[in-house]
């Protein structure tokens, strides 16, 4: 038997450096796709002091938690994106020094086709450093 095709939904650079004060633009990306992306829906993990969320060029944003470093229910509806790409960019303000992890919670994530069916994924999660 042959296991399902997987896409692979990823954050961030592996390492940006970027200065304090700085805004930071950071790609969502899903490739390996199957099938038609229809809607996504996932969370986002930062560390507080290092960076703070400040929105996306698409879609909702249920809930930002700059002190907790989360940014909630990221979430768009008729994306129509074929084979992979860049589903939404992220702004992040580079606040403080150190460094950052990026990261998607699995549980958090769903990404569904045309007909309401779940895209399976992995992730690569991102780091930030900030100077």
């Known amino acids: 038997m042959n296991p399902s095709p997987v896409a692979t939904l990823t954050i961030g650079n592996r390492n940006d450096f970027v200065p304090a004060g ?25 560390t507080p002091g290092v960076l703070s969320f400040s929105g996306t060029n698409a879609g909702t944003i249920g809930n930002v938690d700059n002190v907790g470093g989360t940014a909630a229910g990221i979430a768009r509806n ?4 074929n084979s992979g790409g860049t589903i939404v960019r992220l702004s992040f303000k580079a606040i403080g020094g150190g460094s950052s992890p990026l990261t998607i919670p699995e549980s958090s994530v769903i990404l569904l086709d045309p007909e309401g069916n779940e895209i399976p994924f992995t992730i690569q999660s991102g780091q930030e450093f900030v100077s």
Do not use: A, I, K, P
């Open 78 to 81: 008729n994306v129509g994106l």
């Open 22 to 46: 700085s805004l930071l633009e950071v790609d969502v990306t899903l490739f390996g796709l199957t099938t038609t992306l229809d809607s996504y829906r996932f969370d986002v993990h930062f």
